[in-house]
């Protein structure tokens, strides 16, 4: 039977050794012990200390026969076989894979080798992910962004079950109270260090020429133009404006003050009628919040035209079809 060696303690991987010490130097200030949960399955977990032929390890308090680090898959209590989709690997799996780790950015070596995150904790994973506070957690955050490498990125599915949705790199990293106030989720703020922003680097892309479609140095010029357009006027209404271009989120443009919060998509082109372009990311970003608004800017670099509109207006006005269709293995 595999021994679990390492567990959960508010929500942060640790290891075997660093929770006997936890325990020991509770019971020495006479505090309550702190509440260990198992890596797999989140129930609560004890921590024992080496003994004759066996390494220090933890224990299920109270046996569940579905987690495969509290149940020998032998004999009646043997694990059930669930089917599931051939990327989905088990967590021992996710450790070799990962080079081994015991946070959800995984290093060896002084490097990071994969992400390991959890959907409950961070709701949108893998683009944004909340850093807690901690040492080593933030230095793992900051030597993320600062190194630029690719690394594979696992979402956890369920039970000793993690999914590889791709491979992505940190492009930003961080700290001010506006951002982490607002991608915190459901974490306290005083439990949040940092904001780490996340892009996939091996989804398909597009590079559309020709059938009337500006070369991409005029594409640029007319996006810039529309950016422009579009802070100018959002700043004439007293709000104030926070480009998240690069950060791959599903918008480009936080516009906020007292009372309304608004994140903007905006489309520009030279012509007179509206023709854009809509990536998968900020479709699953529009449809989630209700703040999210498409700003379309026509003839953006002579006589610019704004029409903003929700995604149910874009989806009662535009012809949403798609150029190409991508192909993956079926479950």
Same mark, same amino acid.
């Given at each position: 039977? &595999?021994?679990?060696?390492?567990?959960?303690?508010?929500?942060?991987?640790?290891?075997?050794?660093?929770?006997?010490?936890?325990?020991?130097?509770?019971?020495?200030?006479?505090?309550?012990?702190?509440?260990?949960?198992?890596?797999?399955?989140?129930?609560?977990?004890? #921590?024992?200390?080496?003994?004759?032929?066996?390494?220090?390890?933890? +224990?299920?308090?109270?046996?569940?026969?579905?987690?495969?680090?509290?149940?020998?898959?032998?004999?009646?209590?043997?694990?059930?076989?669930?089917?599931?989709?051939?990327?989905?690997?088990?967590?021992?799996?996710?450790?070799?894979?990962? =080079?081994?780790?015991?946070?959800?950015?995984? *290093?060896?070596?002084?490097?990071?080798?994969?992400? =390991?995150?959890?959907?409950?904790?961070?709701?949108?994973?893998?683009?944004?992910?909340?850093?807690?506070?901690?040492?080593?957690?933030?230095?793992?955050?900051?030597?993320?962004?600062?190194?630029?490498?690719?690394?594979? /990125?696992?979402?956890?599915?369920? *039970?000793?079950?993690? +999914?590889?949705?791709?491979?992505?790199?940190?492009?930003?990293?961080?700290?001010?109270?506006? /951002?982490?106030?607002?991608?915190?989720?459901?974490?306290?703020?005083? +439990?949040?260090?940092?904001?780490?922003?996340?892009?996939? *680097?091996?989804?398909?892309?597009?590079?559309?020429?020709?059938?009337?479609?500006?070369?991409?140095? &005029?594409?640029?010029?007319?996006?810039?133009?529309?950016?422009?357009?579009?802070?100018?006027?959002?700043?004439?209404?007293?709000?104030?404006?926070?480009?998240?271009?690069?950060?791959?989120?599903?918008?480009?443009?936080?516009?906020?003050? #007292?009372?309304?919060?608004?994140?903007?998509?905006?489309?520009?082109?030279?012509?007179?009628?509206?023709?854009?372009?809509? &990536?998968?990311?900020?479709?699953?970003?529009?449809?989630?919040?209700?703040?999210?608004?498409?700003?379309?800017?026509?003839?953006?670099?002579?006589?610019?035209?704004?029409?903003?509109?929700?995604?149910?207006?874009?989806?009662? /006005?535009?012809?949403?079809?798609?150029?190409?269709?991508?192909?993956?293995?079926?479950?």
């Amino acid at each position: 039977m &595999t021994k679990a060696i390492t567990c959960l303690a508010d929500d942060l991987e640790v290891s075997i050794e660093a929770a006997l010490l936890s325990r020991s130097k509770a019971k020495a200030q006479r505090q309550s012990a702190p509440v260990f949960r198992c890596v797999e399955c989140r129930e609560v977990v004890d #921590p024992h200390s080496e003994g004759v032929g066996s390494p220090a390890h933890f +224990e299920h308090r109270a046996r569940n026969r579905h987690c495969s680090l509290s149940v020998p898959a032998t004999g009646r209590a043997q694990k059930r076989s669930v089917a599931r989709p051939f990327s989905w690997i088990t967590t021992a799996e996710l450790a070799k894979r990962t =080079a081994g780790g015991d946070d959800y950015i995984r *290093t060896k070596g002084g490097e990071v080798k994969g992400l =390991a995150l959890n959907p409950r904790l961070n709701h949108d994973a893998p683009n944004i992910v909340v850093v807690g506070k901690g040492q080593r957690i933030e230095a793992r955050a900051k030597l993320f962004v600062e190194s630029g490498v690719t690394v594979p /990125t696992f979402i956890k599915r369920g *039970t000793n079950a993690w +999914e590889l949705i791709g491979s992505y790199r940190a492009i930003e990293y961080r700290i001010e109270a506006a /951002t982490v106030r607002r991608h915190r989720g459901s974490r306290p703020i005083d +439990e949040v260090a940092g904001i780490l922003f996340l892009e996939r *680097t091996d989804e398909v892309t597009i590079d559309v020429r020709g059938g009337g479609f500006a070369d991409s140095k &005029t594409r640029k010029e007319v996006e810039q133009a529309a950016i422009a357009f579009v802070t100018a006027q959002y700043e004439s209404q007293r709000y104030k404006v926070e480009s998240h271009e690069s950060q791959n989120l599903g918008y480009d443009l936080w516009a906020f003050k #007292p009372g309304s919060n608004l994140y903007l998509e905006v489309k520009g082109t030279a012509a007179d009628l509206p023709r854009f372009f809509f &990536t998968r990311n900020e479709y699953r970003f529009a449809i989630r919040d209700a703040d999210w608004r498409l700003v379309m800017v026509t003839s953006a670099r002579t006589a610019p035209h704004l029409q903003v509109l929700t995604i149910e207006e874009v989806q009662r /006005t535009f012809n949403l079809d798609p150029l190409v269709w991508e192909c993956t293995p079926a479950a």
